[in-house]
C-alpha cells in the first residue's frame, strides 16, 4: 500500500485580500466630527467687554455663512434653540451650515454669579462682542437668529456690520427703547413681582400663563433654581435699557440683507413686531405670523418655523434642491402684504396659490403668514 505523504502547498495570491490595517487618527477625526455634531464644541472668546461662550455645531462649509444664534433673557442656547435644531427636518440645514450658539456673558449652563458691582455690558456692548468672535471662527459672514433680546443684539450688529451679515431671523423683537410710560409701569411691577415672574411675563403670552402651560412651568423652575439669577437679573436690566434701533423705511438706518421677522399671534411682542415690519424695506422683508404658537414659536411650532427657515435662505441662493413640505402643502395659511404706514393689508392669497387670471404671479415680497 502507497504511503500517504504530506504535501503542503504555497499560495501564491491570496483569494481573498485581507482587511486594510485601521487608521487610528482617521477614525478619531471621524468620531470627533460626529460628537461636534451631536455635542458641538464649547469655546471662551475674550472680547472687550468680557468673556463669551459659544458653542459650534458641524464643519465649515466653503463659501457658506455660518448660522449664529443669540437667545432672548432668561434662556441659554439650550433652552432657547434646542428644540428647533434637534427637529428632525432642521437635520438638512444642520448640514449645510456650521451653527454657532452664543450664551450672553454668565448666561451659560453652570455660570457662577458675577461678583456685587459687576458691570454687565449694554445690548450694544453685547452686539460688539460679535466681531471678536467671527475673528476666532475665522468666518467673515453669518445668518443670524435671534430671540427677544438675542434678536435685539443681531439687529444692533447688523446696522453696524452690515458687509458681514447675509440673513436675520429676527424672533420677538423690539426694536423700541422703553417710553416713560413703559418706564413707570416696568418699575412699577418690580414692586409686585420678582425678577423670575416679570421674565415669565416677557417669554410668553398672557394665554400661555392663564393655562400655566408645561413650558412656562418648566421656565419658572429652571429660573427659581438658577444659581445665576443675579447675572440673568443683569441681562434683563441691559434689555431694558437698549436705545431705539431708528430704524427707517426707505432711510440709510436700516438692514441691507434679507430679514425674516417672527411671532406668536398674541404674544407679548406682537405689536412691536408689526411695528418693526412697518420701518423695514418691503422688498427686502418676510413677516412671518405663526397661530397658536404663543410667546416662543421656536420651542411651540419648530416644524413650522424650520420650513420657513429653509424657504429663507433658498432666497438667499442657498439649499437649491431642499425638499418642502408643510408650508407648500398649506391650504390654511393666508399671506397679506405688510402692514405699512396706512395700514393697507388688501391683497390675500395661499402660498401655492395662483393669481385670478390663471397665470403664476410672484407673492408679494414682504407678507404677513398665518399658519
Same mark, same amino acid.
Given at each position: 500500500?502507497?504511503?500517504?505523504q ?6 501564491g495570491k491570496?483569494?481573498?485580500p ?15 466630527? $460626529?460628537?461636534?455634531q451631536e455635542h458641538?464644541?464649547?469655546h471662551t ?5 468680557g468673556?463669551?461662550t459659544i458653542?459650534i455645531?458641524?464643519t465649515?462649509k466653503?463659501k457658506?455663512p455660518?448660522?449664529?444664534t ?17 427637529f428632525?427636518?432642521m437635520?438638512?440645514?444642520? $448640514?449645510?451650515?456650521v451653527?454657532?450658539h452664543?450664551?450672553a456673558p454668565?448666561m451659560?449652563?453652570?455660570a ?7 458691570q ?5 456692548q453685547l ?12 468666518f467673515?459672514?453669518i445668518?443670524?437668529?435671534g ?9 444692533r450688529?447688523?446696522l453696524?456690520?452690515?458687509n458681514?451679515?447675509?440673513g436675520?431671523?429676527l ?5 423700541n427703547?422703553?417710553?416713560w410710560?413703559?418706564w413707570a409701569?416696568? $418699575?412699577?411691577t418690580?414692586l409686585?413681582?420678582s425678577?423670575?415672574e416679570?421674565i415669565?411675563?416677557?417669554?410668553f403670552?398672557?394665554?400661555?400663563l392663564?393655562k ?5 412651568q418648566?421656565?419658572r423652575d ?8 443675579p ?5 434683563w436690566s441691559?434689555?431694558?435699557?437698549r436705545?431705539?434701533?431708528a430704524l ?15 411671532v406668536?399671534d398674541?404674544?407679548?411682542?406682537e405689536?412691536a ?5 412697518? $420701518?423695514l424695506?418691503?422688498t427686502q422683508?418676510s ?8 410667546g416662543q414659536?421656536q420651542?411651540?411650532q419648530?416644524g413650522?418655523?424650520t420650513e420657513a427657515f ?9 439649499m437649491a434642491?431642499s425638499?418642502m413640505t408643510?408650508?407648500?402643502?398649506s391650504?390654511t395659511a393666508s399671506l397679506s402684504?405688510?402692514a405699512s404706514?396706512d395700514?393697507?393689508r ?5 402660498l401655492?396659490q395662483?393669481s ?10 414682504t407678507?404677513e403668514?398665518?399658519?
Amino acid at each position: 500500500m502507497t504511503e500517504l505523504q504530506e504535501v503542503q502547498i504555497t499560495e501564491g495570491k491570496p483569494l481573498l485580500p485581507s482587511p486594510p490595517a485601521p487608521d487610528p487618527g482617521k477614525d478619531a477625526e471621524l468620531i470627533t466630527a $460626529k460628537l461636534l455634531q451631536e455635542h458641538g464644541q464649547k469655546h471662551t472668546v475674550e472680547t472687550p467687554y468680557g468673556i463669551v461662550t459659544i458653542t459650534i455645531h458641524g464643519t465649515p462649509k466653503p463659501k457658506r455663512p455660518a448660522i449664529l444664534t443669540y437667545h432672548d433673557v432668561g434662556q441659554n442656547h439650550h433652552s432657547c434653540f434646542d428644540t428647533l435644531f434637534h427637529f428632525e427636518d432642521m437635520q438638512e440645514i444642520i $448640514k449645510n451650515f456650521v451653527v454657532i450658539h452664543v450664551d450672553a456673558p454668565g448666561m451659560e449652563e453652570g455660570a457662577p454669579a458675577f461678583p456685587l458691582g459687576y458691570q454687565y455690558p449694554s445690548l450694544d456692548q453685547l452686539a460688539d462682542m460679535i466681531p471678536c468672535i467671527l475673528q476666532y471662527v475665522n468666518f467673515t459672514s453669518i445668518i443670524g437668529i435671534g430671540v427677544g433680546a438675542g434678536a435685539y443684539i443681531l439687529a444692533r450688529y447688523s446696522l453696524t456690520h452690515a458687509n458681514t451679515v447675509e440673513g436675520l431671523v429676527l424672533i420677538n423683537i423690539d426694536p423700541n427703547a422703553k417710553g416713560w410710560m413703559d418706564w413707570a409701569a416696568h $418699575k412699577l411691577t418690580g414692586l409686585t413681582s420678582s425678577i423670575p415672574e416679570m421674565i415669565v411675563g416677557h417669554l410668553f403670552s398672557q394665554e400661555e400663563l392663564s393655562k400655566n402651560t408645561e413650558l412656562v412651568q418648566q421656565q419658572r423652575d429652571i429660573l427659581s433654581h438658577a444659581t445665576n439669577l443675579p447675572n440673568i437679573q443683569l441681562y434683563w436690566s441691559s434689555y431694558n435699557s437698549r436705545r431705539d434701533l431708528a430704524l427707517e423705511r426707505g432711510g440709510d438706518h436700516t438692514f441691507k440683507c434679507p430679514v425674516m421677522l417672527v411671532v406668536g399671534d398674541q404674544a407679548p411682542h406682537e405689536d412691536a413686531v408689526v411695528e418693526c415690519n412697518s $420701518k423695514l424695506d418691503p422688498t427686502q422683508t418676510s413677516f412671518l405670523k405663526m397661530a397658536d404658537s404663543g410667546g416662543q414659536p421656536q420651542l411651540t411650532q419648530p416644524g413650522k418655523l424650520t420650513e420657513a427657515f429653509k424657504y429663507f435662505v433658498q432666497g438667499m441662493g442657498y439649499m437649491a434642491s431642499s425638499c418642502m413640505t408643510r408650508l407648500s402643502r398649506s391650504r390654511t395659511a393666508s399671506l397679506s402684504s405688510a402692514a405699512s404706514g396706512d395700514g393697507n393689508r388688501s391683497r390675500s392669497r395661499t402660498l401655492s396659490q395662483s393669481s385670478e387670471a390663471g397665470g403664476p404671479q410672484p407673492p408679494a415680497p414682504t407678507m404677513e403668514v398665518s399658519c
